[in-house]
Each structure stands twice: as structure tokens, then as C-alpha cells.
């Protein structure tokens, strides 16, 4: 731990450092047959193995009213690098939702799998049966790198899967190496360890990391991991269809805290470029200098934005620098069109892939909808692979042109959806969890937004603008996992029903937007936009979009650095 902090180590700090190397007293918490929860204490480490415990939030008064402790649970993320699962992998992941949950999967913006409400005595099972098809929990949580993103459009299919290559690749040698999670949930023999600190944890140490982290890579035209919200990013650069290397953008991130403008949303900045075999050896030495000098006494403070803004993007430089033993190349050129996803079927290198369209990530069978028995019977013939978009939708990816047919059939069969009859708004739309699992909720997202998407269409109808791609995203919390501070229309949530409303972000993902009304509920929101979608179908450019219009027009100013995301409500 570097002696540079700002004060004395936060709780979780000593935590970990009395956690021998996350194992903590997990293992007879979990054998503890009086309560369906564990002590606290082992909750925070619990992230680490890619775990929450939550409790059911609409139960809460009726269980206290009858004197029954809250309906414990727990959210378990399984990391699925550059969003890529085979069909027996798929198949795993319904059957535990299925068998162990609440019969949902939940694809998150990070590409990964949740399962939601498994019950304390599942928990082991569920994770051995994960580990049986080649995938785990490990750090998909916690003071760690977390689920390496990647673009999941296939239409460049040779880049992507060289991209895919990379994202595991770096999933993997950025993993924990202390032996706990195999111990706890594979049933290892547990051996009395001699290693040195070094030796256990080579990179992290017994400490970790300050705060989680989070790495991303695009591959342009499409910024569909937002790879600027990102702790680290790297951006391809492509020449006559292959991968010349990396622009490597530093700093992002989306949470904050409501009323403490010493956080704030910011935006990765580029300071200049790899080649692929140096990829891992620069998150490797980044990933250290916010080891050595992020912020382990305020964790609201903690994240690698605020080390780069407190020391400047200079410093970051020289020390990489440093650490590497050699400079970044000159930053190269790219150039970014969108950040959402391109639905149906698509053909790329030989290869057919159908994106779905999956309102808010969320896998389940509705009346009249049944999608997750549809996905499962498709995943029981495929015989290519799955990407979770970055966006919370599915693509089915490299079908076989003698396999197209079978996989269509099947489409049609359960009227699984492209989404092209929904709106543009629909199929740009992306909502967190919120209510009634997370427990840092403070209103609806996932189960409100798509109501609020009804009304916003009719006006939309109205106006002509039904096909006009706009990026609206709703948090519960200020968090910020549905990355709302990059949309265009942005939602956070401050009370039940109630929100602050963001606007003028960028459509590509460039941008952040700025607070335009604090703590409104849906008559305001809809009053709101109303006149500002007529006066956009009336007054915009050609070619311009909804935030870029909101900013020329003068309804906001434009914020290109977190440091001014709270200087001004509009203008």
C-alpha cells in the first residue's frame, strides 16, 4: 500500500487485509444453517468470488410484519470475457436460473450472465456446476479488474474474434491468483500456504485494489462497450481488415454519489498506442499504478478517474512510462458512428449472425413471449457461439450457412424479436437491475423504464420521430451501471418515482450529459421532452442527433470532462 493516502486505511481496506486473501470466515458462514444471510463482513468479501447477498425489497414489510428475517438471496455474475459463450454454456446458465433462481437470466451491460435469487444452500452447487463448462464467478465483482468487455457486432468477424482473443486473454492474467475461490466452491484441499505476499498475489497484493476496475475494448466504427466509461480502454485500429494495435484511453467511469461534487462521471482519455502483443503487459503496469496510488481511505474517492485528475494525465504518462520501460506510440486515428447494436441477421467472413433485441437484458418466457424456452431450443442446434451485447442483447453468432435455415425456423417459431418493430428510442434503451434485488436501489429502473418508453412513443408518433435513433438510459441509483451519464436522455434515480433527468450526451458514447431537472417524476418527465422532440423533429440538421441538438440549440451546455459535469444545471 503506498504511503501517499490522504488518511488512514477505510474499513474494507483492513477487511482485506485480514481476509487471508479472500477466504475471510466464508466457508462456515455458508455451513451456518440458522439464517439464510451471512454476517456482513463476509458479504463484502463474497464480491470478490462475484457474488452479492440482497434481499427481495417487496417482501421486506410483509416479512418484518411477521417477524421473519428479510427474504436473503443472492445475485451471482458469471465473467464471460468479450461477452462469448458456446451453446452448452448457455444451456448451463438457463438450467441453473431455472433450477437455483428465479427463472430469469439477466445479461448484463458488462456482457456477463446473473442469476438472481439463489438461495444460500445453492450457492456451492450453482458455482461447481458453472466451473464444469469452463466458466466462473472469480472477480467478476470486488476490488479487482472485473469482466473484460469487447465489441460484440460481428460484422468485421476476423477482427472480433482476434479481439475476443485479446479480452480473455487479459480476463485471464488479471485474475486473482489466491487459491480461495477453489478451495471455498471446488472443494480444493486447502493447504497451509508459506508463499510470500509477492508470490500469492503478484500483481494485486494482499490489499487489491482500491476500487473495482474495469477495462473495455472497441473496435471502430462501433463504440458499443462505451469505452469511455471505462477505468481502461483500448480501441482497435484496423487497416485493410487487420488489427494493427490500440489506442489506449485512461480514466473512465460512471458512478457517483447524489450531492458530493467531488464525484462525478468522467470520460477515458487517450494517451496513445500499443501493439497487440503489449496489450496485456500496459493493463498489467496501469492497473498497478492505481494499485499504488488510488485512494484507500475514501472509497467514494477511490476509483482511477480521481488518481488521474488529482495527479494529471501527465504524471499517468510518465509513470506508465516508467513501468514499462518503454513509451506509448502517437495516439493513431479511428473514428466512432455509433455505440449500439445492429439487429437481425448479418453476414461477416463467411459466417451468418442474428442479433436479438433483449428488452433491458432480462431472459425470461412472458405470455406470448416466450423467449428464454425460444433460446434455449436454438441453443440445443447451434453450433456457433453466443455474444452478450454490451447493450444487454444477444447475438447468435457464426451460424453456418447450411445451419441459417434450422436457426430461423426457430426464430420464427417463438416470435423471438429483432426489435424492429419497436421504436428507435425501444432498441437504444438500457436500464440496471434496481428494484426489488439491488440493494443500493433508490427507485425502478428495469421494471419502469419500458412503461416510460410506452408514453415517450406516442409523443414520439407524434413528431414523426419514431425511427430516430436516440439513446435513453435509467439507473436506479447514481451508481451508474446502465451508464445513464453517457445517453443522450439520461435517468437517475433519487426516491421512489422520482429521478433526475440528464440530457446531451453523445450518441456515440463521447460525451457526457449534464443535470437539466433534479428529482421529477413521469408527468414532468413527460411534459419535459415533449416540446424538446417536436422542436428537434422541427429545427434539427441534417444528420444530427438529439443531444448534438440539445447543445446547438442551447437547452444545455456540453460537458466534455467530469470535472464540469456539476458546474452548471443548463444554461
Known amino acids: 500500500m503506498s504511503d501517499k493516502q490522504p488518511g488512514p486505511p477505510s474499513e474494507m481496506e483492513q477487511l482485506k487485509e485480514n481476509s487471508d486473501y479472500l477466504r475471510g470466515s466464508l466457508e462456515e458462514s455458508f455451513r451456518e444453517p440458522l439464517t439464510a444471510s451471512i454476517p456482513e463482513g463476509d458479504a463484502k468479501i463474497l464480491k470478490f468470488h462475484g457474488s ?14 411477521q417477524k421473519l428475517e428479510p427474504a436473503y438471496q443472492f445475485m451471482t455474475r458469471v465473467r464471460a470475457p468479450g461477452g462469448v459463450a458456446t451453446p452448452e454454456q448457455w444451456l448451463v446458465m438457463d438450467d441453473i436460473a431455472n433450477k437455483y ?22 450457492m456451492k452447487s450453482q458455482i461447481q456446476e458453472i466451473n464444469e463448462v469452463l466458466m466462473d464467478t472469480l472477480a467478476a465483482c470486488g476490488d479487482v479488474n472485473r469482466n473484460v468487455m469487447a465489441g460484440a457486432n460481428p460484422y468485421q468477424s476476423k477482427v472480433h474474434r482476434e479481439v475476443y482473443e485479446w479480452s480473455k486473454e487479459l480476463s485471464d492474467y488479471l485474475s486473482p491468483r489466491t487459491n480461495a475461490y477453489h478451495e471455498l466452491w471446488l472443494d480444493e484441499e486447502k493447504i497451509v500456504d508459506t508463499r510470500t505476499e509477492e508470490e500469492i498475489e503478484p500483481m494485486y497484493g494482499k490489499w487489491y485494489l482500491p476500487r473495482k476496475f474495469k477495462i473495455g475494448i472497441a473496435v471502430p466504427p462501433s463504440n458499443d462497450v462505451d469505452v469511455y466509461s471505462q477505468d481502461l480502454g483500448f480501441i482497435a485500429v484496423v487497416e485493410n481488415d487487420e488489427l494493427q494495435g490500440f489506442n489506449v484511453a485512461v480514466g473512465g467511469g460512471m458512478g457517483m454519489t447524489h450531492g458530493n461534487t467531488d464525484t462525478y462521471p468522467q470520460l477515458a482519455r487517450v494517451i496513445g498506442f500499443c501493439k497487440p502483443e503489449e496489450i496485456v503487459d500496459v493493463a498489467e503496469k496501469i492497473i498497478t499504478i492505481q494499485r499504488d496510488y488510488g485512494n484507500r481511505s475514501d472509497r467514494k474517492n477511490a476509483r482511477f478517474k480521481y488518481t488521474i485528475d488529482k495527479r494529471g494525465l501527465p504524471w499517468v504518462e510518465e509513470e506508465l512510462e516508467k513501468r514499462l520501460g518503454y513509451g506509448l506510440d502517437k495516439e493513431r486515428d479511428y473514428h466512432f458512428d455509433h455505440n449500439g447494436d445492429r439487429y437481425g441477421w448479418t453476414e461477416g467472413d463467411g459466417e451468418w449472425h442474428f442479433t436479438l433485441f433483449v428488452q433491458n437484458g432480462r431472459i425470461k418466457d412472458e405470455e406470448n413471449y416466450p423467449l428464454m424456452t425460444g433460446l434455449r431450443e436454438i441453443a440445443r442446434v447451434h453450433e456457433g457461439e453466443f455474444r452478450l451485447s454490451p447493450n444487454q442483447n444477444l447475438v447468435i453468432a457464426r451460424v453456418q450457412a447450411e445451419k441459417k435455415e434450422e436457426i430461423e425456423a426457430l426464430i420464427q417459431q417463438y416470435g423471438l424479436t429483432d426489435g424492429k418493430s419497436h421504436s428507435a428510442l425501444r432498441r437504444n434503451s438500457m436500464a440496471c437491475v434496481a428494484m426489488p434485488t439491488c440493494g443500493l436501489a433508490m427507485a425502478e429502473s428495469e421494471r419502469y423504464l419500458p412503461t416510460l418508453v410506452d408514453k415517450l412513443e406516442d409523443i414520439l408518433d407524434e413528431a414523426g420521430l419514431r425511427e430516430e435513433e436516440i439513446v435513453i438510459r ?8 446502465s451508464r445513464p451519464a453517457l445517453a443522450e436522455i439520461g435517468f ?8 433526475n433527468m440528464y ?3 453523445g450518441f456515440t458514447g463521447n460525451r457526457l450529459n449534464r443535470l437539466y431537472k433534479e428529482s421529477i417524476g413521469e408527468e414532468e418527465i413527460l411534459e419535459t421532452l415533449r416540446p424538446l422532440f417536436f422542436q428537434y423533429a422541427k429545427d434539427r440538421e441534417e444528420g444530427e442527433h438529439f443531444g448534438d441538438f440539445l447543445i446547438r440549440s442551447g437547452h444545455v451546455k456540453a460537458v466534455e470532462s467530469g470535472l464540469d459535469f456539476h458546474s452548471e444545471v443548463n444554461l
Open 503 to 505: 440530457l446531451g450526451g
Open 52 to 65: 452479492y447477498m440482497q434481499d427481495d425489497r417487496d417482501l421486506r414489510l410483509e416479512r418484518k410484519q
Open 101 to 122: 433462481g428465479n427463472g430469469t437470466l439477466k445479461l448484463t451491460t458488462r456482457q456477463a450472465f446473473q442469476t438472481h435469487g439463489v438461495l444460500k444452500w445453492h
Open 492 to 499: 437517475i434515480g433519487k426516491a421512489p418515482g422520482k429521478y
Open 474 to 481: 435509467m439507473s436506479g441509483c447514481p451508481n451508474g451501471c
